[in-house]
């Protein structure tokens, strides 16, 4: 198949699985926000934290190390699998002795073992899923994503309506999903026929794991940008003032869905694609479509941003979330571009890389938000994560040209961040005729990136309909 073809069709699958989970997000927001209040909410937004810090580092990070190898067809798969499990066995051992320190936490005092809950069954579930993805088997993967998408909104639904857990509820309703869909995978793709106890070759296993442990402290630098202004925001101001910026962080999780839903089947690509020249026009003609949907979607949800807020809490103490959504959304594009750039090291295996430029951007973000969120509040938290993200962006778009130099055509890009950023400052400060220029600027940043969208989608309609007209890799 067609390297764009297969892209496409991974991507459309993927969607289909992928959406349902991320649009979860909006479908439950008005209930969450209805039957727990902003402290209640900023208490869960910690406790969901702790566990994905965890997380990489119960699993080692050996989820990262299932996908790239599982990849690879040199690689048994059983071998993959096989480390897979018993990595992450091993790590929640560990963390099991550690149960002591973890609940003198005062974030997650009282609430460790809901973290252990999580943590398990989230590095469980990702690694049957992330197997399948490996594998091949992108149709299951996406069938699972839509189950477990009903999953969680039927547990919700009892554990938070019918059984008013409230905090344990929430994440017992996440646990059980996650449950569903791990014992739901690993019968239906027969996971247990890849499980060895014995004759698991140690070079595969040392492999993974040199390949993985680099990751770990990389995966915690990318929880910090994402993550450390909940905490500091806490300490300084309190669990509501978090509970209002964990609210205007789900809003950017809609320029996330674009991204997830194209990276799982670019990741695929990225990998198994052959030959520099190719490579380069390959990722080149990739990235620049990429970056154009990216900034559009951002600019439509600056746009509309408030009217998102209403419509996504039914507590209106909740509504002043919207001011901070802004800087969140533009933050979140060039943290999409990031991980893009991200697949690279990962095609190379070069983790190592991946790892210095998250530690720059996450040290950037950590004192940015100890010097701005005195004096700014929880904005100073946003424009933190903004400045973070934009500096692993651009180290890696510079690194990066080692091994794939990408064609970026900076001009465009420098023109639709100063639109961002100009639509920003509009929303926050609340200018006169502010939505006369939020439209405006919307539809200049829709009419500048429109055009490359739409020659790309017509040149690959084009290979489809059986290679008429001519491309860049002709």
Known sequence: MDKYRKLISNTVIFAIGTFSSKVLVFFLMPLYTSVLDPESYGVVDLIVQTGNLLIPIVSIGVINAVVRFGLDDAVRKSDVFSTGIFTILGGFALLVACYPLLD???SIAGHTVLVYVF???????SLCSQFVRAKGYVRLYAFDGVLSTIATILFNVLYLVVFRWGINGYIMAIF?????SSIFLFFTAKL????RFRGIRRDTSTAMLRYCIPLIPNTVFWWIMNAADRY???????AQANGLLA??????TIVNLVSTIFMDAWQISAVTEKGTLARERFFTKVFRTYQSLLFSAASGLILISKLLTRLLTSNPSYYPSWQ???LLVMATVFSCMGTFLGTVYIAEKKSVFTLVTTAVGAILNVGLNLLLIPQYGVNGAT??????????FVLRAIDTRRYIRIRMNVTKMIFNTAVLGAQCAVMILELPYWIAWEIGLTLLMIVTNLGGIVMTLQKLLAKRLGGKGRTDDN
Do not use: H, W
């Open 192 to 195: 247990y026929r890849y499980i």
């Open 247 to 252: 609210v205007a962080y789900k809003v950017p």
């Open 119 to 125: 943590v398990l069954m989230s590095c469980t579930r």
């Open 176 to 180: 059980s999903a996650d449950l569903l």
């Open 104 to 106: 003198m936490i005062p």
């Open 324 to 326: 901070f959504i802004p």
């Open 232 to 238: 500091i925001v806490t300490e300084m101001m309190g």
């Open 383 to 392: 424009f933190a994560t903004l400045v973070g993200y934009l500096c692993v």
